[in-house]
Nanobody, 120 residues
Framework: QVQLVESGGSVVQAGGSLRLSCAGS????????MGWFRQAPGKERRFVAA???????SYDDSVKGRFTISRDSVKNTVDLQMTNLKPEDTAVYYC??????????????WGQGTQVTVSS
């Protein structure tokens, strides 16, 4: 069974930092693009960051300069380092995996999400 399991969500004060991790199991994701998405209460899920198999990265403008995505293809993990957190970063954060050749908006596997709450 293929799974993505996120961890690291917590409550943090504005200006603080947090590191999310996502562990994949059931298959290797080394050739996959890995992404982080988030969904705030009452809002649609939105793209946050992605990293491909060559470690090229992309970010939503709202997190550029504050968040860093990284991966360890041997360990089958992808992390999201978040700094200078703001209350508007509060959301459930999801890890996702996209197989090679699929459109950038279409991800094959999703985790269950981890809650990040930033207090002001």
């Amino acid at each position: 069974q293929v799974q993505l399991v996120e961890s690291g969500g917590s409550v943090v004060q504005a200006g603080g930092s947090l590191r999310l991790s996502c562990a994949g199991s059931g298959r290797t994701f080394s050739s996959f693009s890995m992404g982080w998405f988030r969904q705030a209460p009452g809002k649609e899920r939105r793209f946050v960051a992605a990293i491909n198999w060559m470690h090229d990265t992309s970010y939503d403008d709202s997190v550029k300069g504050r968040f860093t995505i990284s991966r360890d293809s041997v360990k089958n993990t992808v992390d999201l380092q978040m700094t200078n957190l703001k209350p508007e970063d509060t959301a459930v954060y999801y890890c996702a995996a996209r197989s090679p050749g699929r459109p950038r908006s279409e991800y094959d596997y999703w985790g269950q999400g981890t809650q990040v709450t930033v207090s002001s």
